[in-house]
């Protein structure tokens, strides 16, 4: 009864203003397309899941309001701000690395400067384009929002202060990871998830800090009579060497001193491991990960309700009087939302008809509470047998003579020996030839030319358009085309050996047995479609590299050198935060857990022994809790991505078969049967990548 009364107000409320603006001189057709406009508007939050209430209303000064939203939400706008994020980023490899570093020229540091303040103004764009469509209360309640503003004015100051001096310590460059964070919406649910994680994990972190302590405790009074035994020679000492050794890093070392004196030392070392490493340390991220889950299913229940609120809202706005979309009505408006402005109008009716459960041709409110799923599958048009691929008949004649070999399992068969044998070939002509070889023999350039010419076969045999559709397709011709026109055609001509480094990248069309493996094929297919999922964690991984190389180059800037008591001998002392690409290196070569005791070690002796402080949180932050979070991730999302296309593949006899969702796969049915004799269309039901996290919630928006 509430919604029903909510539904009549907003109807009124849209009758009465849509008379207002008609006596204002407004035509019927631009208020209908006003109201189209705002429509698109809603949907495109529901698309997107986004929550907020904007200040757009049936009057004229929406007109800006929506000019605003679709410029701050434009697909172009928001690559050219990735990249002047990128560039904001990497001015930390030009401009002046510490304060202590007087190399780096005043001219460089102005240029930093002045296109630092470039990105700012373009953040100040973005950032007002999107405060026009919100309501500024309720912006900046977002603490993503107002920290953003305040990130913009620390840094602006920062940047007049440093042009006007040299001598200052700029830290405001570390608030440049802030605006990365926040320029992604999943990437800011994923830091919230983790932040609200962190208090859970505090029962079992305090323990894990108990065990370390008690142990301390005890291998300082056991050990102190062992000469020669820094790594417990003091409480501080003590501990510092058991958290190490819950890495493994230190281990058997820091045990060999006691173990010498009486092998029964062993038990301490190997109890605290297996009570820390193995069973603790597992038991953090074990908690961590089942939380973080917890918690992003509670994100995405939200985000799913937002969803069904915006719709409503497109709904009110469009529907007729009856309470239903009609056809015409719903195309234009969709025509209108970037996510299907690309579609063409026989694709967005199948998706009305797909929407259209009672097949009455009109859409009630229920029916068009499901287009965001359906906009998540891809539509391919597909020809009828017997239709001509191309204009010209000798083509479409030389075509079907060709198909029936090209398609059958022969040819595929055939193929992969080809390619075996010619990778042997490359192997053993690499092991033999090494060196020595200068230009190409007669079987590579032939079996450069005879990749060429199967590939132009298949394109012809399946049409251009039909073959570089598939991205395996189009990754394989690179390949086959990088090899035929260095080895095929310019070797000819310039006869050097670094064409022998072009000719092993043939080895690379083995991938073309992994397309036809269909296990192999699956794996490979499930790990790519996790990469957009996971470079949402990249990009915090990247926030944190960013912070801890800033203070790193602020703090260590010129103290890790080559006369390192121990580091000498070594190669070790290279790895520096003299620069932004020798800091992240360092901090790649910490994440890696490899000898980063060595570093820490020798870190303390070239300054003090804060400096494990610095060692020990960047472990804490970025292995402990990211990459295992990032790890977890993967392999729970891999099995379910994995079982999803398993399914798919054994039910790909019809493509609605491989829809798990009945309501969907039964409104995919409708479609295709009241599609018969149009146009035809395939339904691909892989879903979009940035949906991965709502594959941890099972339900859907009913």
């Known amino acids: 009864g509430a919604c029903e009364d909510m539904d009549d107000q907003s109807l009124n409320i849209i009758d009465d203003t849509r008379q207002r603006l008609l006596n204002e001189g407004l035509s019927p057709q631009n208020f209908d397309q006003f109201r189209l406009k705002i429509a698109s508007i809603y949907i495109d939050d529901a698309i997107h899941k986004r929550k907020t209430e904007k200040q757009i209303s049936l009057s004229s000064r929406s007109l800006f309001v929506i000019q605003a939203f679709w410029f701050s939400h434009n697909s172009w706008w928001k690559r050219f701000l990735w990249i002047i994020v990128l560039v904001h980023l990497g001015l930390a490899e030009f401009e002046r690395v510490s304060v202590r570093d007087h190399e780096t020229s005043a001219q460089s540091q102005l240029i930093c400067s002045l296109v630092e303040l470039f990105c700012l103004f373009v953040y100040c764009l973005d950032f007002g384009a999107r405060l026009i469509t919100v309501r500024p209360r309720q912006y900046f309640a977002n603490p993503w929002n107002s920290g953003k503003a305040l990130c913009i004015l620390f840094i602006f100051a920062d940047v007049i202060v440093g042009m006007c001096t040299n001598d200052i310590l700029r830290m405001s460059r570390v608030a440049r990871s802030f605006l990365l964070l926040e320029k992604s919406r999943t990437v800011r649910g994923i830091v919230a998830n983790i932040i609200k994680t962190i208090p859970k994990i505090l029962p079992v972190g305090v323990l894990f800090l108990f065990l370390i302590v008690l142990y301390a405790l005890w291998g300082t009074v056991m050990y102190k009579t062992i000469p020669d035994y820094p790594e417990f020679g003091s409480l501080m000492e003590s501990f510092v060497s058991l958290f190490i050794l819950t890495t493994t890093e230190n281990f058997p070392d820091v045990m060999l001193p006691a173990y010498g004196v009486h092998t029964y030392y062993s038990v301490f070392f190997i109890s605290f491991l297996l009570f820390s490493q193995l069973f603790l340390m597992n038991l953090i991220v074990a908690t961590f990960y089942q939380h973080f889950s917890d918690h992003t299913q509670s994100s995405v229940s939200k985000a799913l309700e937002f969803r069904k609120e915006s719709l409503n809202k497109a709904f009110q706005l469009i529907k007729t009087q009856d309470e239903y979309i009609t056809l015409d009505t719903f195309v234009e408006v969709m025509l209108l ?169 043939r080895l690379f069309l083995l991938v073309r047995i992994v397309y036809n493996t269909r296990r192999l094929h699956l794996m490979v297919s499930t790990i790519i479609s996790l990469i957009p999922a996971i470079s949402h964690f990249l990009v915090i991984l990247l926030s944190i590299f960013y912070i801890y190389g800033i203070i790193g180059m602020e703090v260590y800037y010129g103290r890790l050198q080559e006369t390192n008591p ?90 609605s078969d491989a829809i798990q969702n009945e309501e969907i796969r039964e409104r995919i049915n409708i479609a295709v049967r009241r599609a018969s004799g149009k146009t035809h269309w395939k339904v691909n039901p892989n879903r979009d990548l940035n949906f991965l996290f709502e594959g941890m919630v099972k339900t859907s928006i009913q």
């Open 566 to 655: 121990i580091l000498n001998g070594n190669k070790y002392y290279l790895i520096n935060f003299d620069s932004f690409g020798n800091a992240m290196v360092a901090l790649y070569v910490l994440m890696t857990v490899n000898n980063w005791n060595t570093f820490m070690a020798g870190t303390v002796l070239a300054t003090s022994k804060w400096s494990r402080i610095f060692y020990i949180s960047f472990y804490l932050v970025s292995v402990l809790v990211v990459l295992n979070v990032i790890i977890a991730f993967v392999i729970e999302t891999f099995v379910e991505q994995h079982d999803a296309r398993m399914y798919r593949e054994e039910k790909s006899a019809h493509i």
């Open 337 to 505: 939302v970037k996510r299907s402005s690309s579609m063409s109008r026989d694709q967005i009716e199948f998706i009305y008809h797909m929407l259209d459960k009672d097949h009455d041709e009109q859409l009630n409110l229920e029916e068009f509470l499901y287009v965001c799923e359906v906009l998540q599958f891809t539509y391919e048009e597909v020809l009828d047998v017997g239709h001509s691929l191309y204009k010209r008949p000798f083509l479409n004649l030389l075509q079907s003579r060709l198909y029936p070999a090209v398609s059958s399992k022969y040819w595929k068969y055939a193929m992969d020996v080809i390619i075996v044998a010619s990778t042997a070939y490359t192997i053993v002509e690499v092991a033999i030839c090494k060196s020595k070889c200068v230009g190409l023999d007669a079987p590579e350039v032939g079996m450069s030319v005879f990749f060429f010419v199967e590939m132009c076969i298949r394109i012809l045999v399946y049409s251009p358009k039909q073959f570089f559709r598939s991205g395996w397709n189009r990754f394989d011709s690179f390949l086959v085309t990088l090899v035929f026109v260095f080895n095929g055609i310019v070797a000819e001509f310039v006869n050097q050996g670094v064409f022998h480094y072009v000719f092993v990248l």
